[in-house]
């Protein structure tokens, strides 16, 4: 489905992804989008546990100086509409919550 959340992260002002969660075998079909940030990429899953489902993220697209080459993105259920977020990679951390979108 599509989700859409802001985030911070130390050293930057709160910004927006928007992600799409479309396969769990083809990482191609789940892209990820960080606007303010200009950076986009790809969630390829990873497995889940008991209460969240992990993928690596590679960002592979995008202007900013601030894109990470690859991190963990795990993401925890809060309810059916929302989930919350944690990016970890590259030294830096950014946590937020998305919500289902449509």
Do not use: M
Not at 44 to 50: H, K, N, R, T, V
Request: glycine letters at 14%; hydrophobic letters at 30%; aromatic letters at 8%.
């Amino acid at each position: 489905g599509e989700w859409q959340g802001r985030l911070t992260q130390k050293g930057l002002k709160p910004f927006t992804v928007r992600a799409t969660i479309a396969s769990l075998e083809r990482s191609k079909q789940n892209t990820v989008h960080y606007s303010e940030i200009n950076c986009s990429g790809n969630w390829d899953y990873l497995g889940a546990s008991a209460t969240a489902y992990r993928f690596r993220e590679v960002i592979d697209r995008g202007a900013g100086k601030v894109c990470k080459g690859t991190g963990t993105v795990t993401l925890t259920p809060l309810t059916d509409d929302r989930v919350d977020y944690v990016f970890t990679g590259g030294g830096i951390a950014s946590r937020g919550v998305l919500a289902r979108q449509g």
